[in-house]
């Protein structure tokens, strides 16, 4: 893979780990989009963004802007979707550009974005996008007692085409409206019963400085609730948590606490059961572009880097997506600057677990003889380097 120089060699010197290891794959300059883009999501070894400036879902991987784009304005005007008025004689006319700038992807691959921002209806219109590119419009309600308003960042959980979650911060509110929207045949529609409002504690302001994640994006089919849900507030709070469908949001403290010092933007992962944060780290007290992954449960940083830029900034999105054999690819986006992709390798033991998990199964009788097809007895089943007796 080709790898860009620039920053080289201070990224090998301020990005560190123990037993792990963070080391940038590439990086372009963003300069050109400025406020265009600041919310990105992590696909695989590409990242997707959601360009206002030409009303298109972008892709970038280590060559640069690639070939595929999807074109949410087009799909909005010709079905008739997001924020329109009328002409003089009652048709509907649609805005030059009604992509929004937040974007989010679920477990299976559907990327979401949403509509006419900065207005109100950002954060009630979105577009999902299939793995295959086929684009479907959500239109939301936001749950009572609630109101509609501007949305800068996006999460998402589940399949949103068929039963998953849609969470944003709605801008100068203090509450999280989270939206379940599930196949009705017609669909997706929302479940309003499934939906619901998560409020920030007292003092609180949800602004545009607010960025709601999931960290584990499955959900059951039964399931009455979203999973776990973190927003990340550059302003006032750090890192806060509502988990089990809480409809609030609890502070998890240090060492998530950053107060005024971090830039907006973090994510979260999940590699053998184990979650972890990304998150902007402040340098010297300033919003600089250096971020930290903590593991959640032990509250222990597991890597950090300084930073690409000695810069002060004011977004600075990060989207993990977690590979195969157990490794993390870490995006970022540095609004106006750089977006960048770095690649995390966790303990030995976390990537080992993640392997076997994911290693074909093998069956052997008592014996050691491989069975194609185990049935009626005992039998000794392989995955990896993990073998146990089963009965089948």
């Keep these: 893979m080709k790898k860009f120089l620039l920053f080289g060699a201070a990224v090998m010197l301020a990005c560190a780990a123990n037993a792990q290891t963070l080391e940038k794959q590439w990086q372009h300059d963003f300069t050109a989009l400025g406020t265009n883009?600041?919310?990105i999501v992590a696909v695989g070894n590409e990242i997707a963004v959601a360009?206002?400036?030409?009303?298109?879902?972008?892709f970038y991987d280590a060559t640069g802007l690639t070939a595929k784009a999807y074109d949410v304005n087009t799909f909005a005007a010709n079905n008739s979707v997001g924020d329109h008025g009328t002409d003089s004689v009652g048709n509907p006319t649609f805005k030059a550009y009604t992509i929004g700038r937040a974007i989010a992807i679920d477990a299976v691959g559907n990327i979401v974005v949403?509509?006419?921002?900065?207005?109100?209806?950002?954060?009630?219109?979105?577009v999902a996008i299939a793995p295959d590119g086929t684009m479907k419009h959500i239109a939301c309600e936001v749950p009572s007692p609630g109101e509609a308003g501007r949305a800068d960042f996006l999460g998402a959980a589940g399949d949103v085409l068929t039963n998953g979650y849609i969470a944003t911060a709605?801008?100068?509110?203090?509450y999280v409206a989270v939206y379940n929207v599930f196949d009705m045949g017609n669909g997706p529609e929302q479940d309003k019963d499934y939906s619901y409002l998560v409020n920030a504690d007292e003092g609180v302001s949800l602004t545009n400085e607010v960025k709601v994640f999931f960290a584990d994006k499955t959900v059951a089919e039964d399931a009455e609730t979203a999973p776990t849900m973190y927003f990340y507030h550059r302003g006032q709070s750090g890192v806060r948590v509502a988990e089990n469908g809480a409809k609030d949001f609890v502070n998890m403290g240090e060492p998530f606490v950053q107060g005024k010092a971090g830039s907006t933007g973090a994510d979260a992962f999940v590699v053998n059961g184990t979650t972890y944060i990304v998150m902007p780290m402040p340098v010297g007290g300033a919003r600089k572009t250096g971020f930290a992954v903590y593991n959640v449960a032990a509250k222990e940083m597991v890597a950090s880097c300084d930073?690409?830029?000695?810069?002060?900034?004011?977004?600075?999105?990060?989207?993990?997506?977690v590979n195969e054999d157990g490794t993390v690819n870490i995006a970022q986006l540095v609004q106006g600057k750089y977006l960048a992709m770095f690649k995390l390798t966790l303990p030995a033991s976390a990537i080992e677990e993640v392997a076997a998990d994911n290693a074909a199964v093998e069956y052997y009788n008592l014996q050691g003889v491989k069975v194609a097809n185990p049935e009626n007895g005992v039998f000794v089943k392989k995955q990896g380097a993990k073998a146990t007796k089963v009965v089948l």
């Design 37 to 39: 883009v600041r919310n």
């Design 51 to 58: 360009n206002m400036g030409t009303g298109k879902v972008e």
């Design 114 to 126: 949403n509509l006419n921002f900065p207005n109100a209806p950002s954060s009630t219109n979105f």
């Design 170 to 174: 709605i801008h100068q509110k203090n």
């Design 307 to 321: 930073g690409l830029l000695d810069a002060d900034v004011y977004t600075n999105d990060f989207s993990a997506s």
